[in-house]
C-alpha cells in the first residue's frame, strides 16, 4: 500500500510540474505592449484554456494568430505567439494512451512569421528528445510550410509516430501512432460541439429577447396611435355637438382597456424572453466535484474603495490564486478552468460552465445581474453575491436597467 501510494503522489507532482511548464507563454502574452487597454491580459487569460487536455489542437494556433492580429506586429507579440505555436498542451497520462494531438489543419497558423514551427510535447512520449529539439530549431529557423500542417512537418521529420493529426473543432482526427487517439479526439469535439450548441442556444435565447422587445415597441406605438386617434374624433365629436359624444367615450374607454390588456400581454412576452436569456445551462449528470461554481459580485475586495465593484470565484478552491476583477469574463473564464485544474469535475459540468460563461459574454453587462446569470444558470439561483456585506450592486445598476426597459417601451 505504501509503494502505491507514492506511486499516485508522484504522478499526481509529475503532471502538476506539467502544466505549470505548459503555461510557461501566459506571462509572455499578458506582457506584451500593444493592442487595447486590458486586451493582453484577456487574451492571455483565455490563453490558459487552449492549452487543456480538453482543448482542440488547434486552438493554440488560433489564439497565436489572435496575438498578433490584436496585440499588433511588435516583437513581443511574435515572441509571445511563436511561446503558443510551441508551448506543450497538456495530457491526461492515463487516457487514451496518453495521445499527443497536434493540429493537422494545413491553413494554421495564418500569420507568416508563425508558419513552419513545431511544438513541444509530452517528454513522457518524446523519451529521446527529438520533438523538443525540432521545435526550438524550428523556433529560431522556421520550417518549410507551403501547404503543410504541423502534423505535416513533424511527420516528414520521422517523427508522425509520436502525436496524432488533430483537425479543428468539428472535423476528423488522422494518422499517429496512439490507438486511442481517435477515440480522445472524438471526445474532444464531442465536447466543443456541446459548446457550440448551447452558445447556440444563447444566441438564439439573445434574438428571441430582442424581438419580443421590439414586439412590445411595435405595440404600445400602435396603442398610443389608435388612443391619439380615438382622441381626436372625441373632440371633433364635443366641438360640433354630437349628441353621441357619450357614446363615442365609451368606446374610447374601451379601446383604452383593449391597449392595456395588449401592453401586459407584450410585457409578458418581454419578461419570458428575458428568462429564456438566463436559462439553466444543465442538462443532468453535472459534478462539480470538490468545488461550488459560483461568483460574488462586491466593493471593497482587494484593497479596493468600496465603491469599486468588482467579480471574484466564490470558492476559496476554485479560486487559488485569482484576484478579483472589474471583468466578469475573466472570472468565468478561470472559474471553469479550475473546475477542469483542481475541483474534478467531470465533462458535463465542464460544458454547463463553458455555456454558462457564455451567456455572462454575450450579456455584457457588470453588475450583480451579471453574477446571477452566471450563478442561476449552474442551478445556484439566489447565491449571496455580496457575501462581504455592503450594497449588493453599483448604485447606478438599478436606474440603468429601468431606462432600458424605457426604451423599449418608447
Given amino acids: 500500500m505504501v509503494s502505491k501510494a507514492l506511486l499516485i503522489a508522484a504522478v499526481i507532482a509529475y503532471v502538476e510540474a506539467r502544466f505549470g511548464q505548459e503555461q510557461i507563454p501566459i506571462q509572455a502574452i499578458s506582457q506584451v505592449q500593444g493592442g487595447d487597454a486590458g486586451a493582453a491580459a484577456t487574451i492571455a487569460g483565455a490563453a490558459i484554456s487552449d492549452l487543456l487536455g480538453a482543448a482542440n489542437a488547434c486552438d493554440k494556433l488560433v489564439t497565436a494568430d489572435k496575438i498578433v492580429a490584436d496585440l499588433g506586429g511588435g516583437a513581443d507579440a511574435i515572441a509571445a505567439a511563436i511561446g503558443m505555436v510551441t508551448a506543450e498542451k497538456n495530457t491526461n497520462p492515463f487516457a487514451n494512451g496518453n495521445v499527443q494531438n497536434v493540429c493537422g489543419d494545413p491553413?494554421?497558423?495564418?500569420?507568416?512569421?508563425?508558419?513552419?514551427?513545431?511544438?513541444?510535447?509530452?517528454?513522457?512520449?518524446?523519451?529521446?528528445?527529438?520533438v523538443a529539439a525540432l521545435s526550438a530549431s524550428s523556433a529560431a529557423s522556421p520550417l518549410a510550410a507551403d501547404g503543410l500542417s504541423i502534423f505535416d512537418l513533424l511527420d516528414q521529420a520521422g517523427l508522425g509516430d509520436l502525436v496524432v493529426a488533430q483537425q479543428p473543432a468539428g472535423g476528423a482526427a488522422a494518422g499517429g501512432a496512439a490507438a486511442g487517439g481517435a477515440a480522445g479526439?472524438?471526445?474532444?469535439?464531442?465536447?466543443?460541439?456541446?459548446?457550440?450548441?448551447?452558445?447556440?442556444?444563447?444566441?438564439?435565447?439573445?434574438?428571441?429577447?430582442?424581438?419580443?422587445?421590439?414586439?412590445?415597441?411595435?405595440a404600445?406605438?400602435?396603442?398610443?396611435?389608435?388612443?391619439?386617434?380615438?382622441q381626436n374624433a372625441n373632440d371633433n365629436q364635443a366641438a360640433a355637438g354630437d349628441n353621441n359624444q357619450q357614446g363615442a367615450n365609451n368606446q374610447t374607454a374601451a379601446g383604452n382597456d383593449q391597449a392595456a390588456a395588449g401592453d401586459n400581454q407584450a410585457a409578458a412576452g418581454g419578461a419570458d424572453a428575458v428568462a429564456g436569456a438566463g436559462a439553466s445551462t444543465l442538462t443532468g449528470g453535472e459534478d462539480f466535484g470538490q468545488c461550488t461554481p459560483t461568483?460574488?459580485?462586491?466593493?471593497?475586495?482587494?484593497?479596493?474603495?468600496?465603491?469599486?465593484?468588482?467579480?471574484?470565484?466564490?470558492?476559496?478552491?476554485?479560486?487559488?490564486?485569482?484576484?478579483?476583477?472589474?471583468?466578469p469574463n475573466i472570472i468565468t473564464n478561470a472559474l471553469c478552468n479550475q473546475l477542469t485544474n483542481v475541483c474534478g469535475a467531470n465533462d458535463a459540468a465542464i460544458t454547463a460552465c463553458e455555456a454558462a460563461k457564455a451567456q455572462v459574454e454575450a450579456a455584457g453587462t457588470r453588475n450583480k445581474s451579471t453574477a446571477d446569470l452566471f450563478n442561476t444558470a449552474l442551478g445556484f439561483e439566489g447565491f449571496v453575491t455580496n457575501p462581504a456585506g455592503g450594497p449588493d450592486d453599483v448604485p447606478a445598476a438599478g436606474a440603468a436597467a429601468n431606462k432600458?426597459?424605457?426604451?423599449?417601451?418608447?
Fill in 107 to 130: 491553413t494554421l497558423p495564418a500569420t507568416a512569421e508563425l508558419r513552419g514551427i513545431t511544438p513541444l510535447i509530452d517528454p513522457a512520449v518524446d523519451v529521446n528528445g527529438d
Fill in 185 to 218: 479526439n472524438a471526445n474532444n469535439n464531442q465536447n466543443q460541439n456541446a459548446n457550440d450548441q448551447n452558445a447556440n442556444d444563447d444566441a438564439n435565447a439573445d434574438d428571441q429577447a430582442a424581438a419580443d422587445d421590439a414586439a412590445a415597441c411595435d
Fill in 220 to 230: 404600445q406605438n400602435a396603442d398610443d396611435a389608435n388612443a391619439d386617434d380615438a
Fill in 295 to 327: 461568483i460574488t459580485f462586491q466593493g471593497g475586495e482587494g484593497n479596493r474603495p468600496p465603491t469599486e465593484f468588482t467579480f471574484q470565484i466564490a470558492d476559496p478552491l476554485a479560486r487559488g490564486g485569482q484576484g478579483e476583477a472589474l471583468n
Fill in 404 to 410: 432600458v426597459r424605457r426604451s423599449f417601451r418608447a
